[in-house]
């Protein structure tokens, strides 16, 4: 999906958010490339009270500038 992403519709920038308590979810995706933009302070509503995410992503540059080669080897 990243790739279809970046290499065919062009995008400069992929996001991801998680839930600030979603630790297993935040290392995986810093794991394949993601960098922390920020943090959005109870911005959803959730079952039990207001949810905070972390928003992570990876640019176009970062894709082609290894994040790429990075995600294939730990897939292979």
């Known amino acids: 999906m990243l790739s279809y992403a970046f290499e065919v519709w062009n995008l400069e920038r992929v996001e991801f958010r998680a839930d600030i308590n979603n630790t297993p979810s935040i290392k995986a995706m810093k794991e394949i490339g993601c960098m922390e933009e920020g943090?959005?302070?109870?911005?959803?509503?959730?079952?039990?009270?207001?949810?905070?995410?972390?928003?992570?992503?990876?640019?176009?540059?970062?894709?082609?500038?290894?994040v790429k080669e990075n995600l294939i080897k730990k897939i292979y």
């Open 39 to 66: 943090i959005l302070r109870s911005h959803a509503i959730i079952e039990n009270g207001r949810r905070t995410s972390m928003i992570l992503s990876i640019l176009k540059d970062e894709w082609f500038g290894g």
